[in-house]
Every structure is written in structure tokens, then in C-alpha cells.
């Protein structure tokens, strides 16, 4: 009995060495990691913000890049002839461009009967090899997903799900809301895994605010603040960066940090809890912004106090345009039905406050997104950190192509497409404090790789997982493959596959649906 134990013993551990790990059989999906993964003559762009450099054969053991061999001109003629690496699988990359995974620090899972996979592989496919998912089907539930997925028991993203403030944590309100009690209550969150916290229920109190944001980083993680318009009067976007928040998501708070006054000029029949007029007014409050003040002072403020900005433009552009998000090209065939069905107007869903939703309304939201724009410019210009983030799965912001959009958007600032690049690689690296192994090219790094046809830098529609339509060297036109593999720690993902599988899961999602109240004028009437 003990011969066949040590036998089978052996046999795992040669087919550990053989194939990198003892990983779920992904099938067409994916492969790996390997004991040496080759990926040859490819040109890279680092993530830290410098242009394209190769070509390179790069080298991946397991789940790291441990070397990275250049093959440019002048260096092979000083090495001379030599051999090129090989391993176990090598990868022509031959006219395509390596570049780090996308970070996406903050997006949605929401609910049943949307499949958590149809999340991941979307957001695999379009580049994201680490996300942080909101908490919307429990933190136990979250923290699962992420048991499973250091596993390799499923395929998805690394993922660093998002905590409230003494979530997981069996303390009452007052408990809770003593800021003599954060450093405790910060270590035993970071103790049961969290990591990203977030802090956006304590905006009224700005002594206990100041206290969970300074515990949590001394407890090793990091904190994020949607600032709710109804508190701030209390804590603005600066007061967070003073008060030590890791990074500030959306747009709350900013333009509020250069009012003339203490407090947003809103309607008289303002309710927050109605979120038409919600959303409504934190488009107008940006016209009541003080513009001198908020590109001068407010950026310098925020620059200065080292806060890291997480725009997550994409998830609110729907509201310079409803048509246009409403009848994006990919929601027939990768909008999961959930999805349409949430993101259709209605009171009792949030974020489908589009209802009563007016030109004029439109005409306010493209001037905030101008002026939202020229601060992110400017605070990038001062050195501010600028991060990555979606907040997609609500208004019309599908999971996946959100993420390419939202480079777009951010390109859309100002900012050079190398910086928009960087934002959503090392800078998020950065903003998760894990820039030491994830979000660069480079030998140590863990090996979070795109595989990209087309350069980025000459179009980051090259990104979408449908390409974009360009001109080949005979001036025919031809269309892109996107991000041919993602390559998340080391294992080799076909995403043409997975495109397909969300599509059967949206097929299947879209049985026996008939007409809605945005598409009914439009559909053709069977004879």
C-alpha cells in the first residue's frame, strides 16, 4: 500500500512539473501555467509609462516572467548567433504588442440569475487580470470566489473584493462608529482577508472617517470613498484626501470642493433617496463649480495630499447620451438579459433613474464631463496618481467592453495614451499597494500579460475583443483580433473562446424575451 501512495505521490509531482500546477481542466478556454512559457519576437509596452520597446522573447516560469531576451537589430548583432528559448508552449507574437493585465479596481457582480462567470470572462477577454469586485452577494460569498480562484478552481480574474466599513465583523453601531475602536476594528477586518475598504457609510463623521482611513493602512490595506452627495457638506473630495483615504471613485465631491459656499445649491424638492433627482443634480452641481478654483487650488490640494483618483468615467456616460448607450452594437449578443432588464428605467432599481431624463439634462452632463475631464487633467499634470476602475454591470456599462471604454474616456481628458495605459496598470498596482509583483513587463513580475494584435498606443480600440477595422500594408481593410490571450499568473487564455461562451450564456439569457419600453418603437412587426 505505501509503494502505490509513494507512487502516486511521483505521479503528481511530474505532472505538477509538467504542466505548472494541478489547475482545473479549463478546455478549450485555457492552458497552464507551464514550467516555461515562451512568448517570442513580441513588442512591449512596460506600464510605467514608456513607449513600445522590442522586440522581445519573454520567458515565463509558473506564473513569473523571468526573462526577458531583447531581439531588436543592434542587440542581436553585438550577442551574435544565438539560440532563441524555448519551453513548453511557445507563442508567436510575432507584429503583436505585449503589455501588462488591466487592474480594474472596482466593478459589479450584482445578482442571480447573471452568472458570476459571464463577469469574468468578459472582463478576462477584454484584458483584466485583477479585479475588485463589490461585496454585492456577501462577503462570504466574496471571499469564496476568491479561495477558488487561488485555486484555479475557476476562471477569473485575482480579485480584491470591496468591504463596507465593519463589514464581517459581529460589533453593533456604536461600536463601530467609535473612532477609538478603528485600529482594532481594521486589523480584524485585514485579519479575515479584506483588503480594499470602503469607507463611504462613515462620510458623516469626519474625526471617525480620518481615524478607519489612517487604521486600515496601518492594518496593511487600502481605502476607497464614494462620496454620497448627502453628506458632502461634511467630507468634500479634498477633506477625503486630507483625512487620508487611499483614493476617491467617481465624481462626487470635487466640484463641492470649490463651491463659493459650504453647500451644493440644490432644489427645493431635492430628495437623495430619489435617484432621478440624485443623479440629475450631481451633473448641475458642476456648473455651479467655481472653475479657477477647482482647476487651481482643488488639484494642487489633491496632488499635494498624494489621494489617488479613480475616475470610473464609463459607468456614468450614459447620461450625455441615453440613446447611444441604450443601443450599443454588443448588447444583442453579450448584454446578459439581467442586465437590459436592470438598466431599463425604473424607481425600484438603482441606476435606472433614466425616467424623466431630458435634453437639457444631457446638455448638463456633456459640460461636467468636460470640466470632470480638465481636472483629471490637471491634477495628472500635477503629479496626482491617476487609477483605473469601472463600476460597470449598472447604466449600461457592460462588463468587458466598459473596460476598453473606459481608457477611452480617460484618453478623452487629456492624458497621453502611455499615461492612460499606466493608469490602469502600475498605478492601480500602486493604489492596491502590490506594484512590487503585478502591472510591469518585466523579470519578477508575476506573469499578467495581454497579448494585444495592433498597437494600443495607435488605437485603443485594438483592445475590444471584435478589434477595430484598419488598412493592412496594401491599403486593404481588415479587422483586428483584439486581445488575442490574456495571460493571467502564467495560465493562457484563449479569449476568442471565451467571447463565445458568453455569447451562448446571453443567447440562452434572451429565450422567450419579447419587446421593452426602450426598444418597442423600433422593432419590425412580423407579417
Do not use: C
Amino acid at each position: 500500500m505505501d509503494k502505490v501512495i509513494t507512487f502516486i505521490t511521483l505521479l503528481v509531482l511530474v505532472l505538477v512539473g509538467a504542466q505548472g500546477s494541478l489547475a482545473q481542466d479549463f478546455g478549450e478556454l485555457a492552458e497552464g501555467p507551464y514550467d516555461r512559457l515562451v512568448i517570442r519576437n513580441a513588442m512591449v509596452i512596460p506600464g510605467h509609462g514608456g513607449p513600445p520597446v522590442g522586440p522581445y522573447d519573454i520567458v515565463v516560469e509558473q506564473d513569473k516572467i523571468t526573462e526577458m531576451i531583447p531581439f531588436d537589430p543592434v542587440t542581436a548583432e553585438r550577442r551574435g548567433n544565438s539560440d532563441r528559448p524555448t519551453g513548453n508552449r511557445v507563442i508567436d507574437a510575432s507584429g503583436k504588442y505585449v503589455m501588462p493585465g488591466l487592474i480594474d479596481l472596482h466593478g459589479h457582480l450584482r445578482q442571480e440569475p447573471m452568472s458570476l462567470e459571464y463577469i469574468y470572462y468578459l472582463k478576462l477577454a477584454h484584458g483584466v487580470t485583477t479585479f475588485g469586485p463589490a461585496s454585492d452577494r456577501g462577503v462570504e460569498n466574496a471571499m469564496e470566489e476568491v479561495r477558488r480562484e487561488q485555486q484555479n478552481e475557476l476562471l477569473a480574474p485575482t480579485m480584491y473584493p470591496l468591504w463596507s466599513w465593519g463589514s464581517g465583523l459581529d460589533y453593533d453601531q456604536e461600536f463601530l462608529e467609535n473612532p477609538e475602536n478603528a485600529d482594532q476594528i481594521a486589523r480584524e477586518m485585514v485579519e479575515k482577508g479584506a483588503h480594499q475598504v470602503y469607507l463611504n457609510g462613515i462620510t458623516w463623521n469626519d474625526e471617525l472617517f480620518e481615524a478607519a482611513a489612517k487604521a486600515v493602512w496601518e492594518a496593511g490595506g487600502v481605502t476607497g470613498v464614494h462620496i454620497p452627495p448627502s453628506n458632502t457638506a461634511v467630507i468634500d473630495a479634498v477633506d477625503a484626501a486630507r483625512l487620508g483615504v487611499t483614493m476617491i471613485l467617481h465624481h462626487y465631491g470635487y466640484a463641492e470642493s470649490s463651491l463659493d459656499r459650504e453647500v451644493q445649491d440644490y432644489p427645493r424638492d431635492y430628495n437623495f433617496n430619489n435617484e432621478n433627482h440624485r443623479f440629475r443634480e450631481a451633473g448641475t452641481v458642476w456648473q455651479q463649480a467655481n472653475k479657477k478654483k477647482l482647476l487651481g487650488e482643488v488639484a494642487d490640494s489633491l496632488a499635494e495630499y498624494g489621494v489617488i483618483m479613480q475616475p470610473t468615467r464609463v459607468v456614468y456616460e450614459a447620461n450625455r447620451d441615453i440613446l447611444r448607450a441604450q443601443s450599443l452594437p454588443w448588447h444583442e449578443k453579450y448584454t446578459h438579459q439581467s442586465l437590459i432588464e436592470w438598466n431599463l428605467p425604473d424607481p425600484a432599481y438603482h441606476g435606472s433613474y433614466h425616467y424623466e431624463w431630458t435634453s437639457d439634462d444631457e446638455q448638463i452632463w456633456y459640460e461636467a464631463y468636460d470640466l470632470w475631464g480638465d481636472l483629471i487633467y490637471e491634477f495628472n499634470k500635477r503629479g496626482g496618481t491617476v487609477a483605473y476602475g469601472t463600476d460597470d454591470n449598472y447604466i449600461w456599462a457592460t462588463p468587458g467592453f466598459s473596460n476598453i471604454r473606459e481608457l477611452q474616456l480617460i484618453r478623452e481628458s487629456g492624458m497621453h495614451t502611455l499615461e492612460v495605459l499606466k493608469a490602469a496598470t502600475q498605478n492601480s498596482a500602486k493604489a492596491l499597494r502590490i506594484e512590487d509583483e503585478t502591472g510591469l513587463v518585466r523579470p519578477g513580475y508575476e506573469a499578467d500579460l495581454l497579448i494585444v494584435d495592433g498597437s494600443p498606443l495607435y488605437n485603443l480600440r485594438f483592445m475590444y475583443s471584435f478589434g477595430a477595422i484598419t488598412l493592412d500594408n496594401n491599403d486593404e481593410m481588415y479587422r483586428t483580433e483584439g486581445i488575442i490571450h490574456t495571460i493571467k499568473d502564467g495560465v493562457v487564455i484563449n479569449n476568442d473562446k471565451l467571447m463565445e461562451e458568453v455569447a451562448r450564456m446571453v443567447k440562452e439569457s434572451k429565450e422567450g424575451v419579447g419587446e421593452n419600453i426602450a426598444n418597442e418603437p423600433f422593432l419590425i412587426e412580423e407579417e
